[in-house]
């Protein structure tokens, strides 16, 4: 009997969704940076603020940036000295984030095209996992957590953001208004591209809330886990150490 997983609203087979989100990806790829100032209102660069002051890089540190491929989160923590790795499941993000990287005269990053619930690094390797905006969007977050923990160095750092569902009363139905009916408009207009953005929004309640999320960081071996909601849990940041 096949396995079904969430596409947005939609169930589909756990095979298809790796080649789906691909294509969703790479269709909004060149466009992503300046959608994601529409659709948060450039809050989205305060909150990636917060949560690297919340990594605390530091100089010597090997760093893995996972679903990082434009580059947001690295280059915040390259003024710290870290070694850091940059990877993504999609080249088309990585070829983004490279570009970038070039404009800016930014060097010293690795960039590695990885799947995040099968990564090609070694056991205990780095001392601290990032992943911004990105898990929800695996097939198996439990594996995607699972390697985590296992490239991951004794005393390592995992620090995961997401979207959530807003525990603030009458912000949160706004807020779902505005997910379902004016964002894939404004998706439309910027990069004529409404489904990508109608299946963003959809992701963002299909994916677990943070009570239950933070469950399986620590079903994934995770210590002291914490959990850190902004804007009343539309958006949290997630944390736990390897012990």
């Given at each position: 009997m096949s396995e079904k997983v969430s596409f947005g609203y939609e169930d589909i087979e756990a095979s298809d969704k790796k080649e789906r989100v691909g294509k969703l990806f790479s269709d909004v790829a060149a466009n992503y940076d300046v959608m994601n100032d529409a659709m948060t209102g450039g809050t989205h660069?305060?909150?990636?603020?917060?949560?690297?002051?919340r990594v605390n890089p530091k100089s010597g540190e090997d760093i893995l940036d996972v679903a990082?491929?434009?580059?947001?989160?690295?280059?915040?923590?390259?003024?710290?000295?870290?070694?850091?790795?940059?990877s993504d499941i999609n080249p088309d993000m990585l070829e983004v984030g490279m570009q970038r990287a070039i404009?800016?005269?930014?060097?010293?990053?690795?960039?590695?095209?990885?799947?995040?619930e099968e990564l090609n690094f070694p056991d205990h390797h780095f001392d601290a996992y990032t992943i911004v905006?990105?898990?929800?969007?695996?097939?198996?977050i439990d594996r995607a957590l699972a390697e985590a923990h296992?490239?991951?160095?004794?005393g390592g750092r995992f620090f995961c953001m997401e979207f959530s569902q807003t525990e603030w009363p009458i912000f949160d139905r706004v807020y779902e208004q505005y997910s379902h009916k004016i964002l894939p408009q404004i998706g439309k207009i910027i990069s004529n591209d409404e489904a990508s953005y109608r299946y963003l929004a959809e992701s963002i309640d299909r994916f677990p809330d943070m009570q239950s999320f933070e469950?399986?960081?620590?079903?994934?071996?995770?210590?002291?886990?914490k959990v850190e909601p902004i804007m009343g849990g539309l958006v949290a940041i997630h944390s736990g150490w390897k012990t």
């Open positions: 660069r305060l909150w990636k603020n917060q949560f690297v002051r990082g491929g434009t580059g947001d989160i690295a280059f915040r923590m390259l003024s710290s000295g870290a070694n850091i790795t940059i404009k800016k005269g930014y060097d010293g990053l690795v960039w590695s095209e990885q799947n995040a905006f990105g898990i929800r969007n695996v097939t198996y296992r490239v991951l160095r004794y469950t399986m960081i620590k079903a994934a071996g995770f210590t002291q886990t």
